[in-house]
Structure formats: structure tokens, C-alpha cells
């Protein structure tokens, strides 16, 4: 009996390679410039960036052509791309660590690290109740004396 199924998407790691660091750079975004050619700048004196967009691992699973997500992690499982996009996950992932440092980000950062990284849930709580109920039906003494 045939293989079935879909062919694989990339058959060299060069290919998948080469998409991932497109992806890369076109989450750089652009530094704006004046008429003449020179980089506008903000009032901190940094330059401004347009374009520039969040490094995800649903928008890097998007990029390398995968509907969802979960297609990319799967294609991680694979023997011969398994450094490369566990590097470019890394990628991602450092991206979240440092957003996690920024105000504007944090909550953002936590999110995507909790729940694309492993190891980052140390601080979720595991309540095992088997079988109990807990019951608060003490009542609360009146204040209003």
C-alpha cells in the first residue's frame, strides 16, 4: 500500500531556513526618513520605526506557510527541522523575555511565555481536590453594630 498523505512542505532545511529569517526581518519593520534621506527621530532621540510588529510563534507558523499553530509545532517533531525551528521558537521566545521588562508588554509577554514555552508555568498553582467539596457557609458577623 502507497504513503498517504500530504507531501512535506519543505524537503530541505535551507528552505525553511531562509523563511524564517524573512519573517525576521519583515517583523523589523522600517526606521522612517525625511525627504532627505535621514532617519526621523523621536523626541528621545531614537529613530522611528513603522511597519515593526511582534515576533509571535503563530505569526512565524503563518509565515512559513502553516494554517495553524499547532501544524508548525508539529513539524518541530520532525528529526531533520527540529533545531531549526526550535532555534527560531528561541528566537520568539527571547522576544517575549525581554517584553516582559517593558510596561507596555508585560502582560502580553507572560501570556505568550506561559503558554508557548515550556517551563514557564513554575508559578501556576495545581489544586488536587478528589472528590471534596469545600463548604463556606459560616455566616460573616453583622458590623453594622
Do not use: H
Request: charged share 30%.
Amino acid at each position: 500500500m502507497a504513503n498517504v498523505g500530504r507531501p512535506p512542505k519543505y524537503k530541505k532545511v535551507e528552505e525553511i531556513e531562509d523563511k524564517i529569517e524573512q519573517y525576521f526581518r519583515e517583523c523589523e519593520g522600517e526606521i522612517l526618513k525625511d525627504d532627505a534621506g535621514n532617519p526621523i527621530l523621536n523626541k528621545f532621540g531614537n529613530p522611528v520605526i513603522v511597519g515593526k510588529k511582534p515576533l509571535t510563534v503563530t505569526g512565524l507558523a503563518l509565515a512559513l506557510g502553516f494554517v495553524t499553530r499547532k501544524s508548525l509545532l508539529e513539524y518541530q517533531g520532525k528529526k531533520e527541522f527540529v533545531n531549526t525551528i526550535t532555534r527560531a521558537k528561541s528566537v520568539v521566545e527571547k522576544y517575549a523575555e525581554e517584553r516582559l521588562f517593558d510596561r507596555d508588554g508585560s502582560n502580553g509577554a507572560q501570556f505568550s511565555l506561559r503558554n508557548n514555552f515550556k517551563g514557564w508555568d513554575a508559578d501556576k498553582e495545581e489544586t488536587v481536590t478528589e472528590g471534596i467539596t469545600i463548604v463556606n457557609n459560616i455566616p460573616k458577623p453583622n458590623t453594622s453594630d
